[in-house]
């Protein structure tokens, strides 16, 4: 049982006290209906480094080529706020519903975190 609250401990201080930490206003963002004749839409997830040491972006990934990502390419100080915008370029897609995600890769303990755009691109 020591052994076992020994490792906790450890696992404790070794997660805990590396701090860096994405805090999202959301993660996921819903357009609704949209015409499917636009040429783009976009949005902008907006984030917080919760943590005490500087957060850094190292890449994302898209569910679609039809999907932009751009981003501050400086770290983000503790307490700082960054943002992420995402831009789906809805005629490049057939009409309907779409639902895509981007992963945001990055040095916090997550080393992954997940947004979500949706909607219906309508004619």
């Known amino acids: 049982m020591k052994r076992l ?5 450890v696992l404790l201080a ?3 006290a590396s701090a860096q930490h994405f805090e999202f206003a959301e993660t996921s963002f819903d357009f609704g209906s949209v ?22 972006i190292t890449r994302t990934l898209t569910s679609c080529n039809c999907v932009k990502v ?5 770290p983000i100080p503790p307490n700082g706020k960054g943002f992420i ?5 809805v005629n490049k897609k057939e009409a309907g519903i779409f639902y895509k995600t981007i992963e945001i890769y990055s040095n916090s303990p997550e080393k992954r975190n997940i947004l979500v755009i949706r909607g219906n691109a309508v004619k």
């Open 5 to 9: 609250i020994l490792v906790f401990c």
């Open 70 to 74: 751009s981003y501050d390419k400086k």
């Open 85 to 89: 915008d995402v831009i789906y370029e």
């Open 35 to 56: 015409q499917h004749s636009l040429p783009k839409i976009e949005h902008r997830f907006h984030f917080t480094n919760d943590g005490d040491e500087p957060l850094v």
């Open 14 to 16: 070794v997660y805990g």
